[in-house]
Every structure is written in structure tokens, then in C-alpha cells.
């Protein structure tokens, strides 16, 4: 059954077998800098779940050009199969293109339902936060992940040529909560 998981080292093991399937590429929601993409060490793993702790505290100011998010290990069982992150707000970038939630699962668990059931556990969240709706982007050629956002309510607001933010063609999504 999909669940979701607060990042911990306890699942470094299975962490560090889905981010390698990404190759070393940009992975969605699993809030790893993408020059770390490639690093599957236990210390990115320590790293990255101080991070993901920091990024969920309220009590500390984000970075700048941030906002706070709270990070996910999409889970079945004990194995990480993929990740999700819910941002509180918006800024530029994220209103553009970003949107309030990212998520991927690694491929050797897709097309088994991980992203629909993930995205409305995270949806459970938003409202959790008072969020009334959330804004979910994704690719314009990416069929499958739109298909994944309108089965969880997502109402096509537009699709934009996001090349200011070093993004193609973008559709972006509300989902009222």
C-alpha cells in the first residue's frame, strides 16, 4: 500500500536504490540539489534529511528565494519508491512553474498507482496546512503525470511557455481542497 514517510536515514538503504534509477538526474519532489542528484552516499542521505527537518519547521526562516515545504518518501512496505514535496506558498518561480506540489517515482514502480494515491495523501496535508488550493505543475508532453493531477481534481488553468525559467511548454493545474 502507497504511504507516505518523513524523510529518516532508517530508509537510507532504499532511498539511496530509488534515487540511483534517476540516474543523477533533477529528481521532482525529492528536495536533493540537483548537483547532488548523483550522490547516494549515507552522508548526502544525513544531509538532505536535516534539510527536509529545517525545510518543515516554521520556527526557522527559509532560505532566501524559498518557502517552506514538507518533504515525502512515497513508500510501499519498506521500500522508497518515489517522492513528494508540498511547498506552503508560492513565490515567482513556483507560481510559474514549480507549483505548490513536485513528485516522481523512480521507474521501476511506476504505473502501479504511487502518484495518484501519494498526491492525494499530500493533498490531506495541504488542507492540514489551510491551504483552500494548491497549484500542481507539470510538463506539457507529460501525459502521464497529467493524467495523475486531473484524477485528484486538478482543473486546467493554462499552459505556458516557461522558457524564462529555463522550462518548455508548462501546464499548470489548480486542485481546489
Request: aromatic fraction near 6%.
Amino acid at each position: 500500500m502507497t504511504a507516505l514517510a518523513v524523510p529518516t536515514i532508517d530508509l537510507y538503504d532504499s532511498w539511496a536504490a530509488c534515487v540511483a534509477e534517476f540516474g543523477g538526474a533533477h529528481v521532482d519532489g525529492a528536495s536533493i540539489p540537483d548537483e547532488e542528484a548523483a550522490d547516494v552516499s549515507r552522508e548526502a542521505c544525513e544531509r538532505l534529511v536535516a534539510k527536509t527537518a529545517r525545510d518543515r519547521d516554521l520556527s526557522v526562516p527559509p532560505p532566501a528565494g524559498r518557502v517552506h515545504a514538507s518533504a515525502f518518501w512515497i513508500t510501499e512496505g519498506s521500500e522508497v519508491v518515489g517522492f513528494i514535496q508540498l511547498r506552503h506558498a508560492l513565490n515567482e518561480f513556483l507560481e510559474n512553474v514549480g507549483g505548490h506540489i513536485g513528485y516522481s517515482v523512480c521507474s521501476s514502480a511506476r504505473r502501479r498507482g504511487h502518484a495518484g494515491r501519494a498526491l492525494g495523501l499530500v493533498l490531506e496535508e495541504a488542507r492540514g496546512l489551510g491551504l483552500e488550493r494548491v497549484l500542481i505543475t507539470c510538463d506539457d508532453d507529460n501525459e502521464a503525470s497529467a493524467r495523475t493531477i486531473e484524477s485528484q481534481g486538478g482543473e486546467l488553468q493554462d499552459v505556458i511557455d516557461a522558457a524564462a525559467y529555463g522550462y518548455g511548454p508548462t501546464r499548470r493545474y489548480w486542485v481546489k481542497l
